[in-house]
């Protein structure tokens, strides 16, 4: 009998369903973690202010304001042992939705002084990004403003004496019954292993041994495994490198460097060596009166270990090649969007800084986030976008209530799924959006942060338009004027800074407040 059929006829008609890209999905509630009650107070220090999957999606990692890691683990696709099954993407469908569950967590950073700048640096994480792993440990980066550092991650099996060779009331013999923190009648002090100085004149005869032997010498027979506990223990401590902010960490694709960005400057390190770095990008000049422009986030090519691209406040982003020089003060490419001569306001440049860039898993294409809309851009085509997707373009009329209480400077994030055909952003009132890639989607899909995430919906998205050429396109979502789908204002404190896309899946998670929401399609 012919037990591959199965298999077989499983794959085939998994891919023959596989959803179009024209089409929208329908995201769907998976679970959440430290959900509030109404009317509960969030604690400052428990809002989550990083969020990232590993490579292979099993794991997910969050930090806080208050400098701690919190690590999370998927659970559907191990076996019962607890070891995870290799599966093909085809074989994740079989279970309802993905599952995990709290693993561990541990204290990352501290709050510190700098006493020679009278600074005090927050504890809050930054960034995370997680390293490659290594017999079974987990190995991840964290930074807060001014410090990065490198954990390692691991279980640690407690062993437990659970018999003994003798039991010390019944022992037999004339000699003395000698536990294990008992020497054996030494008649002079030991030195580290070795007789001590001459004067204590240490010889062969100086041990009272019984003739026959130490029969009663207690001693452990068996040694068993009790139980496994989790060790968070920190490798490396990278300091003293950055005099501004820390904004963005990205590994490299060869698993030994990494780089990490401030406002003015990019450093490169070998995760082996905490004393030093290079510094590969300086846009500081001269005289700081001159500076018109800061560095925002950067991010290594996925698979390119000379590539990187990093962006700026005035909404360019640079792609540059470490080849080409030690310091690379010049781009090799450079992406931005040419404003209309006369339609410049005062908040222009304000809501064109990009506030996050990420590569495409191929490392074709790169997705920014600016304060209104999300660009796509193809690294072989800078003359300009090939899509833009409006984000909350119905906020433009209000955009000098959002410099007001300081809004229009939140930093949003942004992701890409991994095939590359959905883009993800955050926006205001706990609610965040989707977008299809592909030329010919129209898929614009508001989603809310709660157990019903697809309550948002408005009927009638408006159709795309399209301009400069068949292959860029621009997409809006709902038109409307500061009101969500439900008639009510938009709260500009419930705001979605923080999301991942899982690597392989539909499957997005989404920070909200102190709250971790995940959503499947």
């Not at 964290?142 to 009331?169: A, F, G, H, R």
């Amino acid at each position: 009998m012919n037990g591959g059929g199965g298999v077989e006829e499983f794959a085939s008609s998994a891919a023959a369903a596989a959803e179009s890209p024209r089409q929208a999905l329908e995201w769907k509630f998976a679970q959440v973690f430290g959900e509030r009650t109404a009317g509960e107070e969030v604690q400052e220090v428990d809002i989550i202010s990083a969020i990232e999957f590993d490579r292979t999606g099993d794991y997910l990692a969050t930090g806080d304001r208050g400098g701690r890691v919190v690590l999370f683990e998927r659970t559907d696709n191990r076996d019962h042992g607890g070891n995870r099954r290799d599966l093909e993407r085809t074989d994740y469908t079989l279970s309802k939705h993905p599952e995990f569950r709290y693993k561990t967590e541990f204290q990352s950073h501290e709050p510190e002084f700098d006493y020679l700048k009278s600074l005090e640096i927050e504890e809050k994480i930054n960034k995370i990004r997680w390293c490659q792993t290594a017999n079974g440990a987990l190995f991840l980066l964290s930074t807060n403003d001014k410090t990065i550092k490198y954990w390692k991650v691991q279980e640690k099996k407690v062993k437990k004496v659970c018999s003994m060779n003798l039991d010390p009331s019944k022992a037999v013999g004339n000699g003395p019954v000698v536990s294990p923190s008992m020497s054996i009648s030494p008649k002079h002090h030991m030195a580290n292993g070795r007789c001590g100085e001459k004067s204590f004149g240490c010889s062969s005869n100086d041990f009272s041994i019984p003739s026959d032997g130490v029969p009663s010498l207690h001693l452990p027979v068996v040694v068993t495994s009790h139980e496994t506990s989790l060790v968070a223990r920190c490798r490396r401590i990278y300091a003293h490198a950055h005099d501004y902010h820390i904004n963005s960490i990205s590994n490299n694709s060869d698993g030994e460097t990494f780089i990490s960005a401030d406002d003015l400057r990019i450093n490169l390190w070998n995760l082996e060596i905490s004393n030093q770095s290079f510094n590969i990008v300086d846009v500081k000049p001269a005289n700081m009166e001159d500076l018109t422009e800061v560095i925002t986030s950067a991010e290594f090519h996925p698979s390119h270990c000379n590539t990187l691209a990093y962006s700026s406040s005035r909404g360019s982003i640079r792609l540059i090649d470490m080849r080409q020089s030690a310091l690379c003060d010049r781009h090799s490419k450079l992406f931005e969007v040419q404003e209309a001569s006369g339609s410049k306001s005062f908040f222009t440049e304000i809501i064109a800084s990009v506030s996050d860039i990420k590569f495409a898993k191929d490392g074709r294409h790169i997705l920014s986030r600016d304060y209104m809309t999300l660009k796509l851009w193809d690294i072989n085509m800078d003359s300009g976008p090939v899509a833009t997707f409006q984000v909350h373009e119905h906020l433009r009329p209000k955009l000098c209530d959002l410099y007001e209480n300081d809004s229009i400077f939140d930093k949003f994030e942004c992701c890409l799924s991994g095939d590359g055909l959905r883009v993800a952003t955050g926006s205001y009132s706990n609610v965040f959006r989707v977008f299809g890639c592909s030329q010919d989607s129209s898929e614009a899909t508001t989603l809310e942060a709660t157990k019903n995430p697809m309550k948002k919906q408005t009927p009638a998205p408006s159709k795309p338009s399209r301009s400069l050429g068949l292959t860029r396109v621009v997409r809006r979502g709902p038109e409307n004027s500061g009101v969500d789908a439900n008639g009510n204002p938009y709260d500009f404190t419930m705001k979605l800074l923080h999301l991942a896309w899982h690597p392989t899946e539909n499957s997005l998670a989404i920070a909200a407040s102190n709250s971790l929401y995940m959503y499947y399609a």
